[in-house]
Nanobody
Framework: QVQLVESGGGLVQPGGSLRLSCAAS????????MGWDRQAPGKQRELVAT???????NYAESVKGRFTISRDDAKNTVYLQMNNLKPEDTAVYYC??????????????WGQGTQVTVSS
């Protein structure tokens, strides 16, 4: 169980950058994986990035090379650095915590979401 609070969203021009932050209510050191999902209007929710306790990462093909996920266990915070933003990146971004109950099963928790708008 964890509460997630996101911040850092906003309006940015194409080619610009934003850094999203996700503050967790508990230590993320014991959480199997933290990540970011997004949902654009009229589109299905998609996984953007995931980082595990072992710091391995996984990215959606559409953001590889542009987005970087990282975690600061001392601050119980996960970040998503977004560079070279494109209009198609416009979406509500949700922080995600994947907490393993019993391998290979896990429960996922999401924050309230933060709006990212990329427009000229």
């Amino acid at each position: 169980q964890v509460q997630l609070v996101e911040s850092g969203g906003g309006l940015v021009q194409p080619g610009g950058s934003l850094r999203l932050s996700c503050a967790a209510s508990r230590s993320i050191f014991t959480i199997h994986a933290m990540g970011w999902d997004r949902q654009a209007p009229g589109k299905q929710r998609e996984l953007v990035a995931t980082i595990t306790t072992g710091s391995s990462t996984n990215y959606a093909e559409s953001v590889k090379g542009r987005f970087t996920i990282s975690r600061d266990d001392a601050k119980n915070t996960v970040y998503l650095q977004m560079n070279n933003l494109k209009p198609e990146d416009t979406a509500v971004y949700y922080c995600r915590a994947d907490i393993v109950s019993r391998n290979p099963s896990f429960d996922s928790y999401w924050g309230q979401g933060t709006q990212v708008t990329v427009s000229s």
